[in-house]
């Protein structure tokens, strides 16, 4: 996929979304809107629940060496954030999470994480969607 490609498809995906605003939150609804549960974790101390899930589904891996990844299979849609990453990171990782599924990457496996193109593109995705928003913002262009 090109550049140009990818800057259509963050087009498609802001006015799909109603993005008009870049954040934490705005994102998390979209990805919410496209069917996936965002689950906050930890390193070292989980929820029950949240544990539970991890353990379930073998997650543990991912957990121990990711600041963000998506689950999906027959059962389940799930984007996972590191609960203690800084707003602005959590930002970057979720908009790449997002990139991942939007642009189709869920085909055909549960965890993202090891195709170099398609890391490629997720990151080309956040890029042409974090720094729009924020030239948008900016009063010298």
């Known amino acids: 996929m090109t550049n140009k490609e990818i800057k259509k498809y963050v087009q498609s995906f802001q006015k799909e979304y109603k993005l008009t605003e870049i954040n934490y939150r705005t994102l998390r609804k979209a990805c919410e809107e496209m069917g996936y549960t965002v689950i906050e974790f930890n390193h070292i101390f989980n929820e029950k629940d949240v544990q539970t899930l991890i353990t379930s589904l073998n997650l543990d891996d991912c957990i121990k060496h990711s600041r963000g ?73």
């Open 69 to 141: 990844f998506t689950y999906a299979n027959e059962n389940y849609r799930m984007v996972f954030i590191h609960e203690d990453l800084s707003d602005e990171e959590k930002n970057i990782v979720l908009a790449h999470e997002a990139g991942h599924i939007f642009l189709g990457h869920l085909n055909t496996v549960p965890v993202l994480g090891k195709d170099v193109k398609e890391e490629f593109e997720a990151n080309e995705f956040v890029h042409f969607l974090l720094c729009k928003s924020r030239l948008k913002n900016c009063k010298a262009f």
